[in-house]
């Protein structure tokens, strides 16, 4: 069970926009920024979203990131097969001293 | 530009310890603000943070694992040990090393090496 929760699985069509939800509390979400990696199949998590919304140096702005009191989102728009992966949200926890993930999830583009 | 690498033993048995050496380059441990840590993921499953070392030789521990771990690093040779003690089969997972990063008073995991999978197994 994780700290985070996200859902499972979500789904998109190609050029279409899907949200990735993360669920968490006032002692991370709340309190400290979100982090957002993407793993592709077989490869190293990379960094997607850092502080909330803002994107690393190289990523697609077709990604975005957002935050509301203690839940996170994070928004893919025009869909493209290489987008398929799992997803995770990352944030500090302050009552556990620790990184908390969510469970990750699986994008498929139909 | 940054890279880590993780290497250590691929098969180890219940109750051995296991030794993971992280070697980067691209930066220093030595600079502000700079941190390793190293996260794990079970076969299928999800992501799980075990441990951070920074600059300064600030440590943190994941709380359920805190006893079994410790983190050291040698500036010198540019890399990070991560030592978990009497590791059983589910410890079987693949472990990443990653660069933290400090923005403003904020740190993060930007960057990870491509992992090293351990089987623990009798």
């Known amino acids: 069970q994780s700290v985070l929760t996200q859902p499972p699985s979500v789904s998109g069509a190609p050029r279409q926009r899907v949200t990735i939800s993360c669920s968490g509390s006032?002692?991370?979400?709340?309190?400290?920024?979100v982090n957002w990696y993407q793993q592709l199949p077989g490869e190293a998590p990379k960094l997607l979203i850092y502080?909330?919304?803002l994107l690393p140096s190289g990523v697609s702005d077709r990604f975005s990131g957002s935050k509301f009191v203690t839940s996170a989102s994070l928004a893919i728009s025009g869909l493209q097969s290489e987008d398929e992966a799992d997803y995770y949200c990352a944030a500090w926890d302050d009552s556990l001293n620790a990184w908390v993930f969510g469970g990750g999830t699986k994008l498929t583009v139909l | 530009q940054i890279t880590l690498e993780e290497s250590g033993p691929t098969l180890l048995k219940p109750t051995q310890t296991l030794t993971l050496t992280c070697t980067f380059s691209g930066f220093s441990l030595t600079s502000g603000g700079m941190g390793v840590g190293w996260i794990r993921q079970p076969p299928g499953k999800a992501l799980e943070w075990l441990v951070a070392?920074?600059?300064?030789?600030?440590?943190r521990y994941s709380p359920s694992l805190k006893s079994r771990l410790t983190v050291t690093k040698d500036t010198s040779k540019n890399q990070v040990v991560l030592t978990m003690t009497n590791m059983d089969p589910l410890d079987t997972a693949t472990y990443y090393c990653?660069?933290?990063?400090?923005?403003?008073?904020?740190?993060?995991?930007?960057?990870w090496g491509r992992g090293t999978l351990v089987t623990v197994s009798s």
């Open positions: 502080h909330d919304d």
């Open positions: 070392i920074f600059w300064d030789d600030d440590k």
């Open positions: 990653g660069h933290i990063r400090t923005w403003y008073s904020l740190r993060y995991f930007d960057l």
């Open positions: 006032s002692s991370n979400i709340g309190k400290n920024a």
